[in-house]
């Protein structure tokens, strides 16, 4: 069965609460970095912090890759996702709690991104994903493959953010 990896990361700027996301997907992870760099795709948010850009990006990942596969196939076709978020890794385990409690926090007050959450949850629902978590920023020396794909997304988001003050 063929996966799709779909690598994505952002950075923002937390005084503008603007930042830019970045992914790209592929279904082959031998294929020459040189190669990807073009397939990043980048879009800028507004107002934004570092968990929601994470969240937004990753969501903007999932849909464009759900309308390119054939989707009577979107459930059997899996997902490898790879990010440095910690929010991200532990959604999946959170779901049963956050959806008892009906995305409000322990002082009756939504919570931040509640609506992000949702649509995760539904995409997640119709998606066969899984989740690996990549250290990010690594000495380039420490770096396996993933990890320097994954820096293609890393620098593409902070590239942007510099040049778009």
């Known amino acids: 069965m ?3 990896h779909i690598f994505t990361d952002g950075s923002v700027n937390t005084q503008s609460k603007t930042g830019y996301g970045a992914y790209f997907a592929i279904a082959d ?14 879009k800028r948010f507004e107002q934004t912090s570092s968990t ?12 464009e890759t759900y309308e390119t596969i054939n989707l009577t196939d979107a459930g059997d076709m899996p997902l ?28 009756n007050k939504p919570l931040n991104n509640y609506e992000l959450y949702q649509e995760f949850y539904r995409l997640h629902a119709r998606l066969n994903c899984r989740f690996i978590k990549v250290a990010g ?29």
């Open 80 to 107: 490898v996702i790879y990010t440095d978020s910690q929010n991200i890794m532990s959604l999946p385990e959170r779901r049963a709690r956050l959806e008892h409690n009906h995305f409000f926090s322990s002082k």
């Open 29 to 42: 992870l031998v294929t020459p970095i040189e190669t990807l760099k073009d397939a990043v795709k980048v």
């Open 137 to 165: 920023h690594s000495a380039s020396h420490q770096k396996d493959e993933i990890d320097k794909l994954f820096s293609l997304v890393d620098r593409s988001s902070r590239r942007a953010l510099r040049e778009n003050r």
């Open 52 to 63: 929601k850009l994470e969240l937004q990006t990753l969501l903007w990942a999932l849909n």
């Open 2 to 4: 063929n996966h799709i």
